[in-house]
């Protein structure tokens, strides 16, 4: 058995597709943090599952460094929501900061490190509620290795237990006509923001998603991003969980977020002299996942085509 590496812990969420979280937990492997957690979902009522799944514990189980090993497999299909909200809070009941993965986030070695300093440096910091891996923009040209923005995207991030304290899954603050009234009045509370926070509310299920980024805006918090993207989502399979299409059928812009390349840091990292949201990189990310001309023309070809089953 090797030693561990690094002391952090990292929480593993994963299903039945043994291939995806192979190339995860290879890199989890490479950065052998001393806690390990592994959340598997149940098998689907009517689906072959436990082929898959049994494959995939395989995967993970091969333990070949000294850490603590915490596991939560389901017996019955939770689905996606509200399983990556029961693990999240599993985890931080039992520890007080961590490192989140799906089976579909492949990081680079520098994800690690990377949590791991900005973790220890901002644990007792209200100002901030996450550190996220991804970099929209792939890579920035700054002499800072983040910046912090209101959007904090989720594909391999990193937070505390008193974030994950703040969470209301029931949106108390729907109630309160002047929180909502402030909300939207500073452009934080959109039309689709809303929409989605009503959808998850009727749902009768628990939507981490947006029960964290209302945390975040409710408590005037922000998310830290790399300048450099640490993270690439391979998750665009026939079994994904969220995204049950290929990459030809989606927009040019959508399919840029999908594959995207790595980037190393050289250690320690280079912080920023203040805590300042950067509001024109914060738009940056968002404009990245807004579909332009040519990906709604995109999109009506593909309705055009099936509509005339072209």
């Not at 001393?34 to 091969?62: H, S, W």
């Not at 792939?138 to 008193?162: C, E, M, N, Q, V």
């Not at 790595?262 to 990245?288: N, Q």
Request: aromatic share 14%; hydrophobic share 40%.
């Amino acid at each position: 058995m090797y030693s561990a590496k690094i002391d952090v812990a990292v929480l593993l969420l994963f299903f039945a597709r043994p291939e995806q979280t192979a190339h995860v937990f290879e890199q989890i492997k490479k950065a052998r943090p001393t806690k390990l957690f592994l959340y598997q979902d149940g098998p689907r009522k009517g689906r072959n599952d436990e082929e898959g799944i049994n494959a995939c514990r395989k995967v993970v189980e091969d333990i070949d460094w000294e850490c603590e090993v915490y596991k939560m497999y389901q017996e019955k299909n939770y689905g996606c929501d509200p399983s990556e909200y029961i693990s999240q809070k599993w985890m931080f009941s039992i520890v007080d900061k961590g490192i989140i993965l799906e089976d579909d986030d492949v990081p680079s070695q520098s994800f690690f490190p990377f949590c791991k300093e900005l973790l220890d440096k901002y644990e007792n910091d209200m100002r901030i509620s996450m550190i996220s891996g991804m970099c929209h923009m792939d890579k920035l040209d700054l002499d800072i290795d983040y910046f912090f923005s209101k959007h904090g995207p989720i594909w391999g991030w990193a937070t505390w237990r008193r974030t994950i304290d703040m969470w209301d899954s029931t949106y108390a603050f729907l109630n309160d006509k002047y929180v909502v009234d402030t909300l939207k009045y500073n452009g934080d509370f959109t039309k689709m923001m809303e929409s989605t926070v009503l959808r998850h509310l009727n749902s009768g299920k628990e939507h981490y998603e947006s029960i964290n980024r209302m945390a975040r805006l409710l408590n005037n918090q922000l998310a830290i991003i790399p300048t450099r993207n640490l993270i690439c989502n391979i998750g665009l399979t026939p079994d994904a969980v969220h995204n049950q299409v290929s990459l030809e059928n989606l927009p040019p812009t959508v399919k840029r977020i999908f594959n995207k390349k790595t980037f190393e840091y050289t250690f320690p990292l280079k912080h920023p002299k203040y805590v300042i949201e950067d509001k024109a990189l914060g738009e940056a990310i968002v404009k990245s996942m807004q579909l332009n001309f040519i990906d709604k023309l995109f999109v009506w070809k593909r309705r055009f085509y099936r509509l005339f089953h072209i």
